[in-house]
């Protein structure tokens, strides 16, 4: 297979849209993993005897390896070769989930997420940086668009893939599906992607991606840990010190060195800048809902993992069928309105959600979700383009990493903040509520929901009923504070967009600022 410059191509590369088919099924496969394994939380939390503590670190593990090291692997593909890069992550990937299937402790399940999270760290920048190389500037709104909905099909399959398998096997399963996915989506990217790199050939920015490492790590380790060891204890302070420093060293070396990973006055470009905020604050939300979904229809309404699954479609449903006509979307109205009306849109479904409780039917459900999955469909392909087309073509892979990064960091508060706020609402509900009950009972009952089934399991009849209609009372008051903190977030990042966002409406214009100084970009 020839390989492609890195800059953009002065006539369509052969065949791109099914390259482009082939790099959004290794998306596919990183995000739909992701799915099923939110859908199986409750049951790994069953078998594995974990912790709601456990059940975070499971999920949060994946994102914060994930997000540190999207910057510096795209950096790497840049210029090392993308295809290369992108190879290896699938072989990780792949051999990662298979271990995870087999593991006995909540601790290996998270060991192994974390080593899949290196995967998925090459795996993604690399979709999206090849994308951009091979379509022309005139394609690239349509093909990012492709790949949001593309993006949007994999949160449909990985519920539905992950109910199913639990209906016929044990929890391993959505892990162990994986392997052979791998494998096929292994021989189509040897088969037909390109190989692309960096032309000019820079030297790795090895100072730059040890210090994004450790600030990014230390970040979100102060706020993953918030909740659990609370937010003034020395770890977390510590942290959250050590992050600052590190940003503040990042910023410092790459005004200085000759070669940056990602010069910060690309910031300066509002464009870029509220792109990523935008995207930041989406994932909040998303990552956020999802991890309370996944309890909230399973222990709160006690439906199968499956049900619970078809349930959580229209979400992706929608993304899939709205994603794709963005582009027309930005050319009539402008990003400063589209993106501002898709964080206003999924704000409302947030809100929605915050209305919900174990007993409300379906229908209420469902249309919060079809609100929410228009709001990402608006914003998700929005913020992306942004992103990447402010940064020039030897940058794509950085800027589809930064992308990505955002995303998780997005995802990694989301758990972390709404899954706390979960917590306090539940804790404040069942508090002084337990005292007729065994002290094991009670202690367990007072941590999740999760824990407060599994007790009742134990329990006479009346006493279980008696507790499961406390913790589900308690379950409501949690998913609610947290779904309307999520609403107000969304907001606040809306009017800020709205406020800043260039009003110009197109501008094919990368801002480059080691060679031209920092543009301001407009969209």
Known sequence: MREHPAGPSTEPYPRRWLILVVLCSSMVMVFSNLGSMNIALPTMQTALGASGSDLQWITDAHILTFACLLLPLGALGDRRGRKGVLLAGIVIFGVASGLAAFSTTAGQVII????????????????????????????????????????????????????????????????????????????LVTWIVPTSRDEAQRPLDAVGSALSIVALGCLLYGIIEGPELGWLGPPVIGGFGVAAVGFWAYVRWERRTRFPMLDPAYFGNRVFSLGAVSAVGTFFALYGIVFILTQYFQFAQGHSPLAAGLRMLPVSAIVFLIAPRIPAVIARSGARATITAGLVITAAGMATMGTLSAASSYGPAAVALVVLGIGLAVTMPTATHAIVSSLPSH????????????????????????????????????????????????????DSIGGALGAGAELPTEVAARLHGLATDAFDRGMTLASWVAAGALVLVAVIVHRLYPKHRTDTRPAVPSETGAAEGTA
């Open 112 to 187: 192994y997420r974390t080593i899949m999270g290196v995967g998925a760290a090459l795996v993604m920048p690399a979709t999206l940086s090849i994308a951009a190389v091979i379509f022309p500037a005139s394609e690239r709104a349509k093909a990012v668009a492709a790949w949001s909905a593309a993006a949007g099909l994999s949160g449909m399959l990985g519920p539905v893939i992950g109910g199913v398998l639990l209906r016929y096997f044990w929890w391993g399963s959505v892990f162990l599906f994986t392997v052979p996915v791998a494998g096929v989506v292994l021989a």
């Open 395 to 446: 940058k794509s892979g950085v800027g589809s990493a930064l992308n990505d990064m955002t995303r998780e960091t997005g995802g990694a508060i989301g758990i972390a903040l709404l899954g706390s706020l979960l917590s306090v609402g539940y804790r404040q509900g069942i508090s002084g509520r337990l005292g007729d009950l065994p002290a094991a009972a009670a202690e367990a009952a007072s």
